[in-house]
Structure formats: C-alpha cells, structure tokens
C-alpha cells in the first residue's frame, strides 16, 4: 500500500494553484476557501511549512508586501480570497470601512421600516 503523497508547498506558483483548486466562487464574486479556516474565519494553509493566513497571502501577491499593515476584505467574508476583494490597509482603515457599511445599511433598513409603515398608514386609510 501506497501512502498519499502530501503535496508540500513551496512555491507561490503552487500555493495559488492550491487556492484555485480549493475554492469556489459565490453569487456575490467571493472566492471561498474549501480548506482549513483559523478560529477567526480566516482561510489558513501550510506554505513552506509555515501556517500562513490566506487572505494575507493573496493581498500580497496582488498589492505587494504588506509592511505591518493588515489585508482588508471589502466583502466582509473573511475565508474570501478573491484578490479584488482584499486590499491593505490600516486596523483604522478596516474600522472606518466597517463603519460606513454598516451605516448604508441601517440606512437601507430604515427605509424598509418606512416603507412597511407608510403601506401600513395607506393599508388603514382604505
Ligand atoms: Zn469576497
């Protein structure tokens, strides 16, 4: 009997070859890593025998050396490796980003809520 051969990956040709064969693409263009993912969501794999966290990788291939900064996800999904969707950035950056995604969507909800009211107030003048 044979033992499985564990591919180890060495080079940054083989590690993108292994996230195109372990991830698949969403209704909403995210690139959704298959494999391990760390306790925070992250995607994570062995490069050079090293745990790497995916995104991160991505991001630098895609933007260059990363130099202390963090790989935001505009997306929000953290196992996503679609490089349009990573970029770097400050821990600032990544909150004031937050912010203002979850601001347009209170505002979105808000309008539903005035929206539901307003055919409720017509609902009862019929
Ligand atoms: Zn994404």
Partial sequence: MR??????????EQMLARIEENSI???????????ARSDCGYAVAR???????????????AYGPLKGRNANHHCDVPYCLESTHIY??????????????????????????????????LDDAW
């Fill in 25 to 35: 693409v969403n209704s909403s263009g995210c690139k959704i890593w298959m494999g």
């Fill in 88 to 121: 770097p950035g400050t821990q600032t950056q990544n909150i004031k980003d937050w912010w203002l995604r979850k601001r347009r969507a209170d505002w979105q909800n808000r309008k539903e809520e005035q929206k539901q009211l307003l055919s409720e107030l």
């Fill in 3 to 12: 033992l499985a051969k564990i591919r180890r990956i060495s080079t940054v």
């Fill in 47 to 61: 490069f050079k025998g090293k745990l790497i966290a995916l995104h991160r990788f991505v991001c630098e291939q």
